[in-house]
Every structure is written in C-alpha cells, then in structure tokens.
C-alpha cells in the first residue's frame, strides 16, 4: 500500500463564474509528514482544502484519502480526520472544559477524551477562565482541541497562525509538532508565508495560480534552490583572484565582488586555500543561502 495518505490526481475546479481556480492538481501528501500547503493569498489553498473534505463537489480528478476513493467513502474518512477550516464557534461565556464538552455530545467521544485533548494543547490548567479571556493562541489552541476529541490521524489546517500574535504563532507551531512527533498525526497546513512553513514541515507543495509548482520534501526545496546560490568573494586583488580560480571554476565579476556558483563548504574551503597560497588576503568569503523567501518569490513569479 503507497504510504501516501492524501493523493489527488488531475484535479480541477471552475467556480460558477467560470473561474478556474485549480489546474490539475496532484497533492502528494506522505503518512507522518507535516506537509505545508504554501501559495499566496487566492492560489487555490482554501478551495483544495475544501474539496479534500468534500465541502466542495469534486468536478474532475480524483481525490484519495487513507488510501480510500473520497467520492464513495466519505463518511468513513471523515470520521478519521479533524480539520479546522473556518474557525468553530468558541462559547466565549464558557470555560475551555465546557466548550470541549459541548462538541464532545455532539461527536459522541468519551467524557474521559476532555481531559486528554486539553492536556494536549496545554489548556489543562485554565480553570474557570472563560474562552473570551483567552489570548488569540489559546483560542486557537482550543479550537484544534475540538478538531482532535475523536483522535483524527489526519489534521487539515487552514493558515492556522493566520491573525495571531507572535506568540499565538509559536504556540501554535509548537502544537502541530508536538502533535505529530509525539503523536504521529498526519498534518496539512496551508500557508502564505514561508518562514512559518519552513519552521514545521516535513513536506511542501507550492501552488500559485490554481496549479502547483513544486512538491517534495523541505531538504529538496532548499537543494534545489542552493544549486543556484552564489559565492561571494572579496580579495586584497579581485583581478588575481579571478585568474586563479578559473581554471577550476566558473568565475564572474560582479560589483566589486567575484561570485561562484556554491555548491558545498568543502569548496569554500578550497577557494579560499588557492587564494591564500596565492599571497592574497581574502576578506570577504560568503556563501549567499538561499533564503526559502526568496525561492517562493522566484517561484512564483516564473
Ligand atoms: N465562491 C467563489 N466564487 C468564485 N471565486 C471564488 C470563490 N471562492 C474562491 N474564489 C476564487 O478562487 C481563488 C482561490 O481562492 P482560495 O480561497 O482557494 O485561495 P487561497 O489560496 O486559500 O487564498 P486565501 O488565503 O486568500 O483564502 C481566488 O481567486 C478566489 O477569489
């Protein structure tokens, strides 16, 4: 069996005013992964999210989930995921407690299940303060509680850290780790922001326009991206400096620097060996990194 458990395969939708906002979309997402689902604001995220859970009426492609064709086994997938699309409706007159056993009847879990999923989320010890009390990261921390009171092996969340606080978003990140290290939920977070997904996945797929550009794990993205960083090289004589690294690499000058393409350190290292033994004093040696920032700026302007 794949280890995959999300797979979509050519799947497009038009909304009614013909608008087609996803263009064969192949989302791959692995079994464990905390895959992020990265794309500027209009990509398509919501609406892929929302056909995943059959909000949405599928119109072409298929969409599998835990292995199962989501158009005949609905039912039984969705008792096996939690998700946070739009935000649930929190009693801000209620306790974190009560609030959870309110959706508890409603999902029919176990009372003992209250205790657990608050335990989780580090709400355990808010007593009798009132949802409305709450910091932007407990509300948000409360409001994945609910999403996890039937066990879900699969968490979809929609820019969870969407409107927080910084510290609303570190606790936030912290939870969707903490949920699949310690727990080995399957999670897909939708994104706008870069940084945010490079702090937690595992796994990225990058759509832009309704299609998708990229899809690997986080270490392909940034190696794909560092074949094309750069050394930066300043020397006591750039002139000398470029005719002995040429012989042995493909060297420009650029704005009182010399560059090269950057592969590894050990490379690094040698370029500034052949410099030294050369007498000349090497001040500036820099390997640009390819910042995930930039990458998603190049890939979604190509
Ligand atoms: N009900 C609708 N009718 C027509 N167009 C829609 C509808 N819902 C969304 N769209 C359009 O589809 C595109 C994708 O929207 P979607 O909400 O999936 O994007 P997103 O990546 O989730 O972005 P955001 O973070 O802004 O929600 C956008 O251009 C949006 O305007």
């Known amino acids: 069996m794949s280890n995959l458990i ?3 395969s050519g799947l497009n939708y ?23 689902f990265l794309g500027p604001n209009g990509a398509g995220k919501t609406t892929t999210l929302r056909l995943l859970l059959g909000l949405l009426k599928k119109q072409e492609g ?4 835990f292995g199962e064709d989501l158009a005949t086994n609905r039912v039984n997938i969705l008792k096996r ?14 306790t974190a407690k009560e609030n959870l056993e309110i959706y508890r009847k409603l999902y029919q879990v176990s009372q ?6 608050l335990k989780l989320v580090g ?4 007593g009798r303060k009132k949802a409305k009390q709450f910091s932007l990261g407990m509300k948000q921390r409360l409001s994945i509680a609910i999403s996890l009171l039937h066990q879900p092996e699969l968490l979809i969340l929609d820019e969870p850290t969407n409107g927080l606080d910084p510290n609303g978003i570190i606790e936030t990140r912290e939870l969707i780790k903490k949920l699949n290290t310690e727990f080995g939920v399957t999670i897909i977070v939708s994104s706008h922001i870069l940084a945010e997904i490079e702090k937690m996945a595992t796994h990225v797929g990058i759509i832009h326009k309704g299609k998708f550009l990229f899809q690997g794990t986080l270490s392909e993205l940034q190696l794909m991206k560092a074949k094309e960083s750069q050394l930066q090289v300043i020397t006591s004589n750039n002139d000398t400096a470029l005719r002995v690294l040429q012989p042995q690499f493909k060297v420009e000058r650029q704005n009182g620097h010399i560059i090269l393409p950057f592969n590894n350190r050990e490379e690094t290292a040698l370029v500034n060996r052949i410099l030294v033994q050369e007498g000349l004093d090497v001040y500036h040696l820099h390997a640009q990194q390819t910042n995930l920032e930039q990458l998603f700026i190049d890939l979604t302007t190509n």
Do not use: C, M, W
């Open 62 to 65: 298929s969409i599998e989930v």
């Open 81 to 94: 995921l939690g998700s946070l699309i739009e935000q649930p409706s929190l009693y801000g007159h209620l």
């Open 112 to 117: 003992l299940r209250v205790a657990d999923v």
């Open 6 to 8: 999300i797979k979509t």
């Open 123 to 126: 709400l355990e010890d808010t």
């Open 14 to 36: 038009t909304f009614s005013n013909g608008f087609q906002t996803l263009k064969d979309v192949n989302l791959e997402v692995p079994k464990g992964s905390i895959y992020g």
